[in-house]
């Protein structure tokens, strides 16, 4: 048990090129008491990465942005954030450049709302 008032939950960072999935994704994260940074595209990402505020975890679909996601996404190994990088297909190339910058995993589309959740709760709760 800490001592003190209860430290405020890290945000959760969703970053893709589909506003419309971002809306739904952070709207389901929301809902399950998460406050949510999103971001569609790489200079709203930046924007997000240059704040102080602390991000707990980054969903980052890699659709739809260049070869410099990656460095993105080594900042924010840089920044101790756990990532999952969301992926539009299956591929061993994807899941090797992804663990090589940082992510703790690769999600594969289409989501499950509910794997999704469950997923956030268990890197964000443990």
Not at 5 to 26: D, F, Q
Not at 32 to 42: I, K, N, S
Not at 44 to 73: H, N, Q, T, Y
Not at 82 to 104: D, F, K, N, T
Request: charged share 25%.
């Amino acid at each position: 048990m800490r001592d003190g008032p209860p430290r405020p939950s890290p945000a959760i960072l969703v970053a893709g090129g589909n506003r419309r999935n971002l809306e739904l994704l952070g709207r389901s994260l929301e809902a399950d008491g998460w406050r949510v940074l999103t971001a569609a595209c790489m200079e709203e990402l930046d924007r997000a990465l240059s704040v102080p505020e602390e991000i707990g975890l980054a969903l980052v679909d890699i659709a739809g942005f260049g070869r410099d996601i990656w460095e993105r996404c080594e900042s924010l190994r840089a920044r101790g954030v756990m990532l999952l990088v969301i992926s539009p297909r299956r591929s061993q190339a994807i899941q090797q450049e992804s663990l090589a910058h940082g992510a703790r995993g690769v999600l594969v589309k289409p989501l499950s709302v509910r794997e999704v959740m469950t997923l956030v709760r268990g890197l964000l709760r443990e």
